[in-house]
């Protein structure tokens, strides 16, 4: 699922220039190429099928090559709490997990089930991370994860040549986003296609608004459910997604329209043979759908502006992303360590960023190891946003509310996208949902 859905280097002149970093070293590597993990062999488990499992497969074959440490990669789907603890139950616990949320790492580490990062790898994570990374895999002040992949969520992504027919630039402003869909949708096309059949992008929507209008603190304070869903802020957010949502010309298909299509057709009506609508806004693996599925270009035929700010707050940075994570139950926990080592440094990251779809939080690698200009600049801002990054908030969530299909905050946004008529109604609904999931 694309939610949940995220070389030594040459030179660092780019990154140096880019992000003011003064070296390329990636810290302490205790898996320094002595082949000293001969005959060892080490089960990493993720969500990642397809291509993305075969691009990571190219970084467990690069940590081979460096340890000589073997390697198994076993795919969970999405339900990876669920399917982490029967193997754990049954005796066949893996060596590593990449986690896709905060909250299923939370709910890890307080069952016991995690192994505290090394010193080694911690040592990495302040060198080489700006400190939101470092707090988001940590529990109780001990590190247990280290994000290897993100994801950027704060990006719409558009045709060029359906802004260009409707003489449209690329807005700053939430409202000017409005207005300019207007007008794109006066020249023939819909202006957005949303995925409202898959619950967790409307999730996205609302907590960019909410970042950008009600700010970082609230943004904490509801991810962590220190405020309740009914606080004037959230009821502000729903009523500005529903300016949205109510409009039935800037969306593909209008309201019904957007129920039935998912996240990959919600692409394919943008940048597919046939477009019905001129943005789409998702995280930069949309870049990895109109690139693979539809042959598009990515910076001629599909590129990316910034979530736009809101009500003159500053634009919004969300992120997602996979921690790595070593289980106490592993059969190979002190090879599983010097995996996570690996995985600190710019040269693992660099392994998959030539590959393609992947953006890396570590500010040491270099931007020239991105294959492309367009995702050089969506890593670039990524890193640049600094602690300024806010993860996903329904990935903070315990699963019933924040990531389950058919109930808690997916639904409830799906029942708003359908009659966006009662924001209050809406947030009393969600704060329902939420304390139900966080007191269980």
Known sequence: MMRRRTNLL????????????????????????DKSLDGQTITVAGVWSGSEQKNFQKVLDAFTEKTGAKTQFVSTGDNVS??????????????VVMVPQVGVLQQFAKQGWLAPLSKTAGAAVDANYSSVWKDYGS????????YFKAAHKSTVWYSPDALDQAGVEPPTTYDALLKAGHTVADSGLAAFSVAG?????????????YLSQAGPEKYDALATHRIKWTDPTVVEA??????LFKDKQLMAGGQ?????????GSVEKVFGPKPEAGMVYEGDFVAGVAKDQFGRKIGEDANFFPFPAVDGGKAPVVSGGDAAVVLKDGRNQKAAMRFLEYLTTPEASAVWARAGGFLSPNKKL?????????TR???????????????DMSDQAPAAFGGTKGAGEWKILQDFLRDPSDPKGTAAELESAAAKAYKG
């Open 139 to 146: 529990v109780d002040g001990t590190l247990y994860g280290l």
């Open 256 to 264: 019904k329209g957007a129920l039935n299509t998912d996240f990959p």
């Open 10 to 33: 040459a030179s660092c002149t780019a990154l140096a220039l880019a992000l003011g970093a003064t070296a390329c070293g990636g810290g302490p590597v205790s898996a320094s190429g």
């Open 366 to 374: 270099d931007l020239a190891s991105y294959g492309d200009d367009v």
């Open 82 to 95: 669920t399917v982490i603890g029967s193997k754990i139950e049954g005796g066949k616990a893996p060596d």
């Open 377 to 391: 600049e969506t890593a670039k801002s990524l890193v640049a946003a600094g602690d300024s990054v806010r993860f």
């Open 197 to 209: 059949q898959d619950g967790w992008t409307l999730t996205d929507w609302f907590e960019n608004i």
């Open 238 to 243: 729903l009523t500005t997604l529903g300016k």
